[in-house]
C-alpha cells in the first residue's frame, strides 16, 4: 500500500487547517464591550458570532487531532487497519477520508 498519497492529503489537510484557525483568530478574540456600539443587539449578535466561531474552532482542532493521529498510524505502520478490530479498512473509505480510522462494520456500531 502506497502511503506517499495519504500522508500527503493529511499533512495538507492540517496545514489548510492551521490557516484557518490563524485567519479566525479575530473572530475568537474576546467580545469588546463599545461604548459606540448600537447596545444589547449588537453585543447579543456578537457573542453569537463569536460562539459559531468557537464551535468551528472545536471543530477544527478535532479534525487535526484525528488527521495527527491518522499521520502517526501511517509512521507505526498500522494505517489502513481498523483501530477497533483490526480489519483492514476498505480503500474506497480510506480514499473518501485518510483520518478514517475504523471499518465499516465498527463504523456502523459505534453509530
Ligand atoms: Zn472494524
Known sequence: MDMA???????????????????AKEALAPVA???????RLSRMDAIQVQAMA?????RRQARATALRAALKRIEDATFGSC????????A???EFDPAIA???DCAGRAS
Open 102 to 104: 475504523t471499518c465499516i
Open 54 to 58: 468557537q464551535e468551528t474552532e472545536r
Open 83 to 90: 483501530l477497533a478490530c483490526g480489519e483492514d479498512i476498505a
Open 92 to 94: 474506497k473509505r480510506l
Open 5 to 23: 498519497p495519504y500522508r500527503a492529503r493529511l499533512a495538507q489537510e492540517l496545514v489548510t487547517l492551521a490557516v484557518e484557525s490563524a485567519a
Open 33 to 39: 464591550l463599545d461604548p459606540q456600539s448600537v447596545g
